[in-house]
C-alpha cells in the first residue's frame, strides 16, 4: 500500500517561489503533482518516472517548476517559480503502480493521493 504526505503549501505573492514535499511509503512506479481548483477538475501538473529520469510537464508548469525525487529519503518534491494568480489550487502528490502512468494518456492511472495542500498566490 502506497502512502503520500504532502507538506509546504501556503501563501506567496506573484512572482515568488514555494517547494511543495510528499513522503512516499510503498512501492511506486510514477509520482506526480497534480491541483484543483473548485469547481473544476483535477489536473495533472508534472510527474516522474523510470526511477526519476523521466519527468513530463503540463504546460502551464514548463519552464517554471520542477518535480524531483530524493530516493534516499522516500521524498518527491515540486519547486515551483515565478508564481501566478492562476496557480492557487489545492496541490495533490499522487502515484501509480502500472507502467501505463508513464504514457501520454497516463496521468490517469494515478491512484494514489496525498490529503492535499493549499498554494494561494496573490497578485
Known amino acids: 500500500q502506497v502512502q503520500l504526505v ?4 501556503g501563501s506567496v505573492q ?3 517561489s ?3 514535499s510528499c513522503a512516499v511509503s ?4 510514477c509520482m506526480g ?16 518516472y523510470y526511477h526519476g529520469r523521466n519527468t513530463d510537464y503540463n ?3 514548463k519552464g517554471r517548476f520542477t518535480i524531483s525525487q530524493n530516493n534516499a529519503e ?10 501566478k494568480p492562476e496557480d492557487t489550487a489545492m496541490y495533490y502528490c499522487a502515484a501509480s503502480h502500472r507502467t501505463g502512468c508513464a504514457d501520454a494518456q497516463g496521468w490517469r492511472f494515478f491512484t494514489y493521493w496525498g490529503q492535499g495542500t493549499q498554494v494561494t498566490v496573490s497578485s
Open 6 to 9: 504532502e507538506s509546504g503549501g
Open 14 to 16: 506573484a512572482g515568488g
Open 18 to 20: 514555494l517547494t511543495l
Open 26 to 29: 510503498g512501492y511506486t512506479f
Open 33 to 48: 503533482w497534480f491541483r484543483q481548483v473548485p469547481g473544476k477538475e483535477r489536473e495533472g501538473v508534472a510527474r516522474i
Open 59 to 61: 504546460e502551464s508548469a
Open 74 to 83: 522516500n521524498l518527491l518534491y515540486l519547486q515551483m517559480n515565478n508564481l
